[in-house]
């Protein structure tokens, strides 16, 4: 069990924050150049990223500090407190930030269609908790229309 909770960690790790609507650009009326939105949403990704890592060095310690190394209960109690205390905030902030990202001109739609899909997403990790995440990679129809848009925000 130990390795199942790892591996969901991992992966929301190696997933990525975030309840809000469909953005398209935020509230700017000014737009960005292709590039610019590309750096901003990077570096945006890049945090969350960081939040991720942090959270499973903090469960992975909780698990050594409580001993819980073959205690599949108290490691899956240990998961959904970091899911839910470090990990989802993370996303959503992430969703946030960029939803306030005015869109480049010609790709108003992509980015609506990539923060719809993040959106959806994290209600259904809200939804299912951690059991949503061990049945599939939650994130990879954000993760797809962000590399479509030339970034990398994997949750991997």
């Known amino acids: 069990m130990y390795r199942w909770i ?3 960690l991992v992966g929301v790790v190696a997933l990525g924050a975030v309840i809000g609507g469909c953005g398209g650009g935020g509230d700017s009326s000014s737009t960005l150049t292709k590039a610019e939105f590309v750096k901003q949403a990077n570096a945006i990704c890049a945090t969350r990223k960081q939040e991720w890592e942090s959270g499973l060095a903090s469960y992975n310690e909780e698990v050594k500090e409580k001993k819980a ?3 599949p209960k108290a490691q899956e109690e240990i998961a959904v407190v970091q899911i839910e205390e470090t990990m989802l905030p993370a996303v959503k902030t992430q ?11 010609g790709e108003e739609a992509a980015v609506t269609k990539m923060l719809g899909g993040l959106s959806k997403e994290i209600k ?4 299912e ?9 939650q994130f990879e129809d954000f993760e797809e229309e962000a590399k479509k848009l030339g970034l990398d925000c ?3």
């Open 124 to 127: 259904q990790v809200e939804k």
């Open 129 to 137: 908790g951690i059991y949503g995440l061990s049945k599939t990679h």
């Open 154 to 156: 994997s949750f991997e």
């Open 6 to 8: 790892s591996g969901v």
């Open 69 to 71: 190394t073959s205690d």
């Open 95 to 105: 969703l946030t930030a960029m939803e306030d990202l005015a869109a480049p001109e």
